[in-house]
């Protein structure tokens, strides 16, 4: 599959399969965010593989209660290590954890395994879920497994719609 074909073809998915993901095809949507690109290559970023029935259950609680969640046999949370901020006035933790999990989502996508980005969670409750440091940010997580679903495309707009040339 190529880069092109990961993109259009990936969707969010919100329903998983009984079936856990062979360790192969986990270390390689790990890798897949390990290869990206970040502020000066610092790499400062954290993903916590979460496993674990239980812990997973305590998250779809942090999540609002999305049940989905919890049936995916992995749910990976990304975290920022450093609130660096770069010369454009930026903190490079969300931009570089966000890079980093797209990424993740587009080898999960071509190894046949679903994904859905999350924003909506309790930050201090995930925090206290997986012990993590009160100065690290969780930036986003997703849910990791086959599909039980193939969604229609949603809508996008119309590159008009957002891209200019030159001005704003």
């Keep these: 599959m190529d880069v092109k074909a990961a993109i259009q073809g990936r969707r969010s998915i919100r329903s998983y399969a009984p079936k856990d993901i062979e360790e192969d095809k986990l270390q390689a ?6 290869l990206a690109p970040s502020a000066a290559n610092l790499q400062d970023w954290k993903f916590i593989v979460v496993k674990d029935g239980a812990t997973r259950k305590k998250l ?27 010369h454009c006035g930026q903190y490079t933790y ?7 999990l797209s990424f993740m989502i587009l080898e999960a996508h071509e190894l046949g395994l679903g994904t859905c980005w999350l924003g909506h969670f309790d930050e201090n409750e995930v925090k206290k879920i997986l012990n993590i440091p009160p100065q690290i940010r969780v930036v986003a997580m997703t849910p990791l497994g086959y599909p039980a679903e193939n ?3 949603r809508p996008r707009k119309e590159l ?3 891209v200019s040339y030159e001005t704003f």
Aim: charged letters at 15%; glycine letters at 14%.
């Design 29 to 34: 949507v790990l890798e897949a965010g390990r």
């Design 60 to 86: 779809v609680d942090a999540a609002g209660g999305q049940q989905f969640v919890g049936t995916a046999p992995v749910v990976l949370v990304g975290c920022g290590t450093v609130d660096k901020i770069m």
């Design 94 to 100: 969300p931009i570089d954890v966000s890079i980093a």
């Design 151 to 153: 969604p229609d495309p």
């Design 160 to 162: 008009s719609d957002f």
